[in-house]
């Protein structure tokens, strides 16, 4: 075994979340070591492909109250409120500070911050770099970090393993992709930001490497992953690619239309169609800025009414920009158009652009409390990968990038305070322990991979396997036999892993080692997702039961949580929801629906 690197903090993940937390601890205690493990170049992480923006309350005509209200409703109240009510009140300071990192935040012409309207949202409170949100984000906090020398970056380094010593996580076992080198990092705590896992379906927004690495590594090492169930799509992906077409297309005013050129949301309970041709209206709330799962649903069942168009990658319906004009488009949504023509062939100032829901994000994820501490001690998550939980059963668009900011920043301070109250740095004393952990991974991966003899599984095989299984039994609608066939075919998938063949045996950038270790990754998520929407017999959200219709908040206004068991199914249990000032209620959209947040505590 290579020497053990030590680090007082060691942070999986170079994205958003992780960025943040690192210059947290370092802000906390500027000498506190921290090391940045990111499995690519901190730029490629999914953070810099966003493009909406991030909420934050700034207007006058806003309130916090009316953000956190927003988000618990349209959580279809699972999210936990003081979890929700943190997210609000620290937004705004995140953002600032984020304009003082130099992020450069679109601007109204009298120079004030500008805000657009977004999904669910029932003010405009979303911050926009033009439709570059995430990589002006990536950037700013990726250049700030520079400035820390405590802060060591280890860029593609590939982490496949945490340490746990006496209770507590005391590092993680990485392989360093340019020398094919397994390496023990020990650290008094680790934070876990690997973004998500929207790569164990076929048709997704997400990166490729959204392989739910860091939730898979927790829920390893005995962390439950909570509300797994709850998977969103975005209903406007370009059909093919999955390129998202972002939100902010609807928050400027465009419009969903089936193939009779219909605004077919009408007939889904999300306010009335106001008319676009008022100049006015571009800029109002309308029903297509329902939520995502309402909306996802909606084309669903247009499709069933024979309302979508057929395209040669599926039916799709229409989004329509062209009547916000070229200047406008070019302008806010450069991006959109940018994409559109590359990527469908179409121009959106010419033509509108076909769509069709995606899988975009995980609400679900590695169990947490509001300042992002696992039940391991030592062991923290932030971001996509964790569920804290602001998202609940369906996520609003522009709180995931102040999610990462707000819930980044708190994991790192709570874990520069635990690594202040030990002595010493890395994991002091007990490194011979961790290096007997870090054999076993060295010698698990040549034994199942590098050195295996036989074996006639390809990996491709099993992950279109995987893709079929979910997406056929686990999408925007589910029903029970559905799960417990999914359930059946991942279970049946994973034995199948046991199989697995490598054609490259070499260590430098061993590709398909590491897409063999981010498939069983994802089987074991896949599997939380399957396992928790089968005992979840209820509605909420985005999990839609069709034997099941209903929400049923006597049994299920509670959280589950996902527990590995060795070579069975995983355990699933429940756990409270978390309700300050808001009760559950009822969802309701549409144009004139802002609330009076007093009547509502
Ligand atoms: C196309 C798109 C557009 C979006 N637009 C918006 C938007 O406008 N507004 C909004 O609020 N949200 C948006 N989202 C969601 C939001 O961007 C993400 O949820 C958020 O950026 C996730 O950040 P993160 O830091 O948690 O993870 P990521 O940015 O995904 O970073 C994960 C990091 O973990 C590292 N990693 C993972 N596994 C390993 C491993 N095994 N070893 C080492 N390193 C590892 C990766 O290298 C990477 O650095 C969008 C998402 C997508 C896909």
Redesign the pocket.
């Known amino acids: 075994m290579s020497e053990a690197l030590q680090h007082d903090i060691v942070i ?8 943040r937390a690192a210059i947290a601890v370092t802000e906390c205690d500027p000498g506190l070591s921290v090391a940045v ?4 170049y ?1 730029m ?12 934050a309350v700034i207007k006058d005509n806003d309130s916090l109250d009316e953000h956190a209200y927003d988000t618990i409703s349209g959580s279809d109240w699972l999210a936990d409120q003081d979890a929700v009510e943190a997210l609000v009140q620290e937004a705004r300071g995140e953002l600032i500070r984020l304009e003082h990192w130099g992020c450069p935040w679109s601007r109204e012409p009298d120079g004030h911050v500008a805000v657009r309207p977004f999904g669910g949202m029932k003010i405009e409170r ?1 911050w ?1 770099a033009a439709d570059k ?2 990589f002006h984000l ?1 950037h700013t906090l990726f250049q700030t970090s520079l400035k820390y020398e405590r802060i060591v970056r280890y860029d593609e ?4 393993r945490l340490v746990v010593d006496d209770g507590r996580c005391r590092g993680v076992v ?1 392989i360093e992709l340019r020398t094919g080198l397994v390496r023990l990092i020990a650290a008094k705590a680790v934070i876990l ?4 896992a ?1 790569r164990i379906f076929p048709f997704t ?3 490729a ?3 739910g ?2 939730m898979a ?1 927790a829920y390893r090492a005995g962390v439950p992953l909570k509300d797994m169930e709850f998977v969103q799509y975005h209903p406007t992906g370009l059909p093919g690619t999955g ?2 077409i ?3 297309a609807r928050g400027e005013g465009g419009i969903m239309l089936n193939k009779h050129g219909e605004r077919y949301l009408k007939d889904y309970n999300l306010g009335e169609p106001l008319d676009i041709t008022d100049p006015r209206h571009p800029q109002k709330l309308t029903m297509e800025l329902g939520p995502r799962d309402k909306l996802s649903q909606a084309f669903v069942h247009e499709q069933e009414k024979g309302n979508t168009i057929a395209s040669p990658f599926g039916d799709v319906v229409h989004l329509d920009i062209r009547h916000l004009g070229k200047k406008t488009i070019d302008r806010k949504l450069p991006f959109v158009r940018e994409l559109a023509t590359n990527y469908a062939g179409i121009d959106p100032v010419k033509e509108p652009i076909p769509v069709r829901p995606v899988v ?2 995980m609400m679900g994820g590695i169990h947490t409390d509001i300042d992002g501490a696992t039940p391991l001690v030592g062991l923290y998550a ?5 569920c804290v939980s602001v998202n609940g059963a369906n996520r609003l ?8 900011l707000v819930f ?1 920043a708190r994991a790192g301070h709570a874990a520069a305070q635990l690594a202040r109250e030990l002595p010493g740095v890395g994991s002091a004393g007990r490194t011979t322990v961790l290096q007997a952990q870090a054999k076993d991974e060295q010698d698990r991966i040549a034994r199942d991979y590098l050195r295996k003899e036989g074996g006639d599984e390809r990996i491709a095989a099993i992950r279109d396997d995987m893709y079929y299984a979910m997406e056929s039994g686990a999408g925007i609608y589910r029903d029970q036999s559905s799960l417990k066939q999914t359930c059946t075919m991942l279970a049946d998938l994973r034995e199948r892993c046991h199989d697995i063949h490598l054609d490259d045996r070499s260590n430098c950038f061993n590709t398909e080692l590491t897409a063999a ?2 498939l069983q ?1 994802m089987l074991e998520v896949a599997e939380t997702v399957a396992h928790s929407a089968l005992a979840r017999t209820e509605s909420r959200g985005s999990h839609q039961r069709t034997d099941h219709p209903k929400r049923n908040d006597a049994t299920f206004l509670k959280h589950s949580l996902a527990y590995r068991s060795e070579d069975a199914p995983p355990r699933i249990d429940y756990l409270d929801v978390t309700i300050t000032k808001w009760p559950p209620g009822e969802r309701v959209y549409g144009a004139d629906t802002v609330q009076a947040t007093a009547d509502q505590s």
Do not use: M, Q
């Not at 999986?12 to 960025?19: N, Q, S, T």
């Not at 930001?193 to 998500?196: E, H, P, V």
């Open positions: 999986v993940g170079g994205g958003g979340a992780g960025l493990v990111s499995k690519v901190p490629r992480s999914h953070t810099v492909a966003a493009e909406g923006g991030a909420a979303t926009f949100t995430g990536l380094w590939f982490v496949t990485a930001c690997t973004g998500g929207g927004t997400n990166g490497i959204k392989t690495d860091g590594l390129i998202l972002t939100e902010a975009h994000y932030a971001g996509e990968c964790a668009g522009s709180n995931s990038l102040t999610e990462i980044g270790l981010e990754f």
